[in-house]
């Protein structure tokens, strides 16, 4: 049964610091891995979508890398700014027939201005 | 493009009374999703339609949950009758094709945020 876990489940940084999100899962047979941004009272936003024959991604300040052999994925932010401030969430799909995608739990960001 | 439309966005109900979500995907999506988000964590998916059909509802509580995609677009999500623990965001998403080894983004809606007291 495929997991996925975040760690953090918060963090807090100061503006203009790069960081780096964690995403574990304990099934490394993926073939992709994705990134959404989710706004208080609001639903998901597709952030980085990594298949699984890349190593990473890029889009603007975001950069999100997979290890499938270690079961890892990371999502680099760099110059952070006050709107980036979200729950970030990885997502893999389960490796039954039914295809399922598995949520964690995601990382609460906060910029501090 | 439009995206993913859902109503209503929030909505405050008492135990044992229904309730019904609304979803339109965005226009072509074959694949619909409801998903169940508690506060503080991942969502949750209920149930999963490709066109019309149900796909995958294993973790639907079908004694009081029930989801339809008529016509293979719109779809309604009901609950009857509520409990306590219905209580969260109940999320519609939708991708062009869902096929094993897809590597397609999901389009998440707003979502209705559900109290039930």
């Known amino acids: 049964k495929q997991e996925v876990t975040q760690i953090p489940a918060a963090l807090s940084v100061p503006e203009g610091e790069n960081l780096v999100l964690n995403c574990s899962f304990t099934?490394?047979?993926?073939?992709?891995l994705q990134w959404f941004r989710q706004d208080p009272g609001k639903g998901l936003t597709s952030l980085l979508l990594?298949?699984?024959?890349?190593r990473e991604q890029t889009s603007g300040r975001l950069n999100a890398s997979l290890d499938k052999s270690s079961g890892r994925s990371t999502l680099y932010i760099a110059a952070s700014q006050p709107g980036d401030s979200a729950t970030y969430l990885c997502?893999?799909?389960?490796?039954?027939?039914?295809?399922?995608?598995?949520f964690g739990k995601g990382t609460r960001l906060h910029i501090l201005p | 493009e439009a995206g993913v439309a859902q109503s209503p966005r929030y909505k405050i109900i008492e135990k044992r009374q229904s309730v019904a979500f609304w979803c339109n995907p965005i226009s072509g999506h074959a694949t619909l999703y409801w998903y169940q988000q508690i506060l503080g964590q991942g969502p949750k998916l209920l149930i999963q339609f490709q066109n019309n059909g149900v796909v995958d509802d294993s973790q639907l509580p079908k004694d009081r949950f029930s989801a339809e995609r008529l016509k293979g677009v719109d779809s309604t999500l009901k609950i009857q009758p509520a409990k306590l623990e219905d209580s969260a965001v109940y999320l519609c998403a939708s991708s062009p094709i869902r096929a094993p080894g897809a590597n397609e983004k999901l389009f998440f809606g707003s979502g209705t945020q559900l109290s039930v007291l």
């Open positions: 990594i298949q699984s024959s890349q």
């Open positions: 997502a893999v799909p389960s490796l039954n027939r039914d295809d399922k995608i598995i």
């Open positions: 099934d490394s047979a993926i073939y992709n």
